[in-house]
Nanobody, 124 residues
Framework: VQLQASGGGLVQAGGSLRLSCAAS????????MGWFRQAPGKEREFVTA????????YYTDSVKGRFTISRDNAKNTVYLQMNGLKPEDTAVYYC??????????????????WGQGTQVTVSS
């Protein structure tokens, strides 16, 4: 299984980025996909997730209304559209695939496969 994240970069506050995560080696449509992030000196935190059906999405409070997760099962790819970026969004962003139970969708332990991470830096 491979998850390849891309799309990170340097952006000014208020700007936008779209992250992509291409998956291979798994039945993509059977997996929930999540995005987590880790800032320097901090623990990895949940950002957003989408269930395999695409019908249910989950967001951490700090990104609601600014970030949008989507997936294209035909392309085995999940996206994270990030608008209104803030300096506190600066982190390495990781995509993950798993089959979490409903209550576990926000927990990293619920995801079996991880991408390598892509750096997002937001300047003030």
């Amino acid at each position: 299984v491979q998850l390849q994240a891309s799309g990170g970069g340097l952006v000014q506050a208020g700007g936008s980025l779209r992250l992509s995560c291409a998956a291979s080696g798994l039945t993509f449509s059977s997996y929930a996909m999540g995005w987590f992030r880790q800032a320097p000196g901090k623990e990895r935190e949940f950002v957003t997730a989408m269930r395999w059906s695409g019908g249910s999405t989950y967001y951490t409070d700090s990104v609601k209304g600014r970030f949008t997760i989507s997936r294209d099962n035909a392309k085995n790819t999940v996206y994270l559209q990030m608008n209104g970026l803030k300096p506190e969004d600066t982190a390495v962003y990781y995509c993950a695939a798993g089959r979490p139970i409903l209550s576990g969708v926000r927990f990293a332990q619920s995801y079996a496969y991880w991408g390598q991470g892509t750096q997002v830096t937001v300047s003030s």
